[in-house]
């Protein structure tokens, strides 16, 4: 918790907003045709490289090797990319249609939040139930044991 949220303060939110900003710049339409445009840059090439960036940092802050960094980088790029897609695109329409570009750091952070709670509820079910698993196949293994006895 304390290198995510070490990532975030220290980069997240300066590279966020300049992104924003050179975003504007590449893509200057104020039409809603825009608007598609920005998101599908957005959540293609901006989320590959925040991506990187992040899992990048918190493997250096975890002192852990550059092999292994770039094999777990190797191993979460495209299910973190397109599970994003799930919720992403859709704050998105808002954060390019209607948010104004000062605003929006702002307004993705509070996206943020509840995405990043909702990954956590499901990692922690999702342990939950491999701990559910394992403890009941340790009881059918014990059951094995004790019956081929």
């Given amino acids: 918790m304390i290198r995510s949220g070490l990532v975030g303060f220290c980069l997240h ?35 590959a490289i925040w991506n990187s960036i992040y899992f990048t940092t918190i493997g250096l802050l975890r002192f852990e090797s550059p092999a292994s960094i770039a094999s777990e980088l190797r191993a979460t790029f495209w299910p973190m990319l397109t599970a994003g897609w799930k919720l992403w695109p859709f704050a998105h329409i808002i954060t390019y249609g209607v948010i104004p570009v000062e605003q929006r750091l702002l307004w993705v952070d509070c996206v943020e939040l509840a995405w990043v709670t909702i990954l956590s509820m499901l990692s922690n079910e999702k342990a939950e139930a491999r701990l559910h698993d394992g403890s009941a196949e340790s009881e059918s293994i014990e059951e094995s044991s004790l019956g081929a006895e």
């Fill in 13 to 47: 939110g300066s590279l966020s907003h300049f992104y924003y900003h050179v975003c504007e710049a590449l893509f200057p339409f104020q039409d809603w045709w825009g608007v598609p445009i920005k998101v599908a840059f957005d959540q293609t090439i901006w989320s």
